[in-house]
DNA sequence: GATGAATGAGTATTCATTCAT
DNA sequence: TATGAATGAATACTCATTCAT
């Protein structure tokens, strides 16, 4: 390993340190709340330093949701490359994979639509939000082909495969918001979550299958 | 009409004034870039009158998301009192109902999930609190009772109907966030979003129906 | 009586009852964190009344300074009226008189330092600086008056009789500020003040007698 | 020196320039026309930066008030220990002290009685207050002392030591206070001041001597 | 690279004062 | 006279960001 691999390597790991500081942060505190003084302390650095691995606090708090898109990518694609898998099975996978990302980081989904704001996008470097743009469009584009393999077969019913993966997504995410907010608004129990998401993928299925 | 009267109704109209401003303040800027300086100009009203009327930034802009559940609620609870109306029936003016809730304030819902910090609830006078709670409540519950129904004569599937009530909702409400961030994010269209919700309803009620 | 007098009886009762109030809301809350609208809810009134009456915050405030110095003012006049009285009676009378001021408005003596601010003055009209400072001068001649009696007749020492009564007056405002600032700052006991005054005036007494 | 020393010192020195020019801002403006901006225009330093050494406005303020109570402190428990003293020398030299903790801060002593609101307390961190009750008892208590002494040795007339010390004090602090506001309201000179004191001090001594 | 002291622009909020009714 | 809704200037305080060390 040389000097300047390692170097690397070094510079990654501070790098998540902070973004491991600052999903801590930002999760108790939201994205106003939270000063750039609090994740410099969490992560036990100086304010100074962040600056050094971010350009600035949205920035840091864009990339937060970038690890998120990252995983769902990793896990998406991976689905998509099993090509013995049927439709169904490889549904069934995804629903898998979005239950690993939930997992992953319950609460910066909630999050992830801070980026909607264009004034959140000014702040961003546009190599940060070409990524993020790639990013969503391939994940989105590798669920887009399991429901367009499953209408192809006659499996599914013959919606636009996209407006499919938009829903799928949608219900994942609208779900995941709905349950966290009702755990604060109202006295519902977090565990009932999953639950919920269980019986929602499964009116999905239930509702794109063709009936026989 | 007596001056008591007419000042109640002057009053009214001046919160009704304030509360259009900061719709369009917020929904342009967000919560943190609008200033109340920016709502008071738009109101053509000086900012110290802004707070004869709410008590803090965050009360006003909870007041907004208060007025999305209050047609939500008229509308839902409407729906219910239509005893005449089978399941299928009253399913369907439910999804006309959130239709014109969507009309109603396209960007608020996506405002809606500001309120689940419990930091912006530190904020809020505990009656507005009060409020927004029971309306949350009992819209759900009526849209609930909606599904109850259809499930003891037979026609969908066995669920709790809380569950399809939370999942119909966070259908509505995750479509709705997820296009709107995309018309940002990536290039999608707008009208898009219809149709999508269009489409999801459509899943959810083939997905909820018993299969014959 | 004219309607005329009437109606000049008349101001001069909401011109005390506005006076009353400052006075109440002033000593227990200072100048700074009382509020106009606090007094006008005081006195019954609305904050624009205030403002018929007395020209500004400041004003209002000065002329509960300037009640004491008239209630002073009539007090030590009298005694120096009483010319069958010795110098020392008359000095006993004027302790009396002290105490009678005090009795009258225990806290406002704490507020007569705030005039000193030049800052303060500016705001107030000149009839009423003109007014303060001739009852300040009078008052402070009469007591001054009495001392000059002593020295004439040989009973007091030779000091001259203009800072005499600034010592005089001097001692009995700092008894008063002190004793009423330990009351918070540490756990004495209010009733201590009185006590203390006696004994103030007593040493007061012992010191400028001439030794026999 | 270590570089933490340095930094200490450095740190110290910060704070005494935010003093000073405090000081000399609110000594001018009084506590609330003086601005914080005022203040660290005077230090030539950003607002923000005031507020690193400081608390607040209030804490700021306080701390002024401590500098002369620190001072007075020292000086007066110095006095308390040179046993080799009668009480009268210890008396003189109690009031030479009196002197340069005028001179030390001249106008600060009118400030310190800001200190006697409630309200002006719940600003204050704890610290801060218990060092001034602290400072406040220990020095009252050394000057109590004195007076015991010359009480005991039958010098002194029999009077509590406490109220002498209190009287002692009110009225230093009243002719400072009275003849600082006279100079507003009428035309007396400010050299006056100084030969009122040394008076008034005369009287007290003679006041508490016992005849002989 | 790392620090953290200093910056200073930015803003919610208050409240004395006014004036149309 | 009396009102009290409206004003808008004034300001304490915060915090993202910088930069000398």
């Keep these: ?11 990654e790991r ?12 930002f999760s108790e505190k939201g994205f106003n709340k939270a000063t750039m003084e609090d994740i410099a302390k969490e992560a036990e650095l100086s304010p100074g330093t962040l600056y050094l691995y971010f350009k600035n606090k949205e920035e840091l708090y864009a990339s937060l949701s970038l690890r998120v898109l990252q995983y769902l990518h990793i896990r998406v694609s991976h689905v998509n490359k099993e090509t013995q898998l049927s439709p169904d099975q490889k549904l069934r996978s995804l629903i898998d994979a979005m239950f690993d990302v939930y997992e992953f980081d319950p609460l910066i989904i909630i999050n992830m639509f801070h980026l909607q704001s264009s004034e959140t996008l000014k702040n961003l470097s546009d190599s940060l939000i070409e990524e ?3 990013l969503s469009k391939t994940s989105i584009g590798a669920i887009t082909r399991i429901f367009e ?19 799928f997504w949608s219900m994942f995410s609208g779900v995941v918001l709905w349950e ?23 009116l999905f299925e239930r509702g794109i299958r063709k009936p026989a």
Tied chains: 1, 2, 3, 4.
């Design 1 to 11: 390993m040389g000097i300047q691999e390692r170097k690397e390597r070094e510079k």
């Design 14 to 25: 501070r790098r998540q340190q902070i973004i491991v500081a600052a999903k801590r942060v």
């Design 132 to 134: 993020i743009k790639v």
């Design 149 to 167: 393999e499953g209408i192809e077969q006659g499996i599914y019913v013959d919606v636009h495969p996209v407006a499919l993966a938009d829903i």
């Design 180 to 202: 966290s907010s009702k755990t604060i608004i109202s006295e519902y129990k977090k565990d009932y979550l999953k639950s919920t998401l269980v019986t929602a993928f499964d």
